[in-house]
């Protein structure tokens, strides 16, 4: 079977071959086949002086333009021709704005840190552990904290001092430092005490 296949595919090739050639006979490639060269009518160009001008081409090599410098593809005029005092202002300008800063600009800088919602009314040094501890109003709560503890989530305690404590804002990295305040007396609000 797969000679029988074979024989076919040749059989095909033999009957397409045949149809080319026949129509190659027939069709416009058998007139041009036809033609020599002889037929088509050459004529050489009538050079008159054919030695090469060595004394015209060195005399067009030392032949220097002094024109405008104009580039013929552009339709508007020339520049005007620029002072040596104008070349010197128009190169301080390029050199001034080679330092501008292009693109995104940095965001603006940060506030100041809102440290209002705390106030430090006083601290306690463990002379057994050495830790200082703070004492800090959160509205009518009290937080107590040690030197490198949180503070309401938001703040580290960095330091305690005499008078003030110093925080860190854990989103940003940025210090802030809060006084102490007197905390507000009892006295006046309910009574006198018992």
Do not use: C
Request: proline letters at 9%; zero cysteines; hydrophobic letters at 40%.
């Amino acid at each position: 079977m797969p000679q029988r296949k074979q024989i076919y595919l040749l059989v095909g090739l033999v009957l397409v071959l045949a149809v080319l050639l026949w129509m190659m006979r027939r069709g416009p490639v058998a007139k041009l086949a036809g033609r020599s060269p002889a037929d088509i009518n050459f004529k050489p160009l009538d050079v008159k002086e054919p030695q090469l001008r060595h004394d015209l081409l060195a005399k067009l090599q030392k032949l220097e333009y002094t024109g405008s410098h104009r580039n013929i593809f552009v339709g508007a005029p020339p520049p005007p021709v620029m002072t040596d005092a104008q070349r010197q202002e128009q190169l301080q300008q390029k050199r001034n704005a080679a330092h501008l800063i292009y693109g995104p600009f940095p965001p603006p800088p940060l506030g100041p840190v809102d440290v209002s919602g705390i106030q430090l009314f006083g601290y306690e040094f463990n002379r057994d552990s050495g830790k200082r501890f703070a004492f800090f109003l959160n509205g009518d709560d009290v937080v107590i904290a040690a030197e490198g503890d949180m503070l309401l989530n938001r703040f580290r305690l960095l330091t305690i001092g005499d008078d003030s404590a110093v925080v860190e804002e854990i989103s940003t990295g940025r210090h802030a430092s809060v006084a102490m305040v007197q905390p507000p007396s009892e006295q006046g609000q309910g009574g006198a005490p018992q």
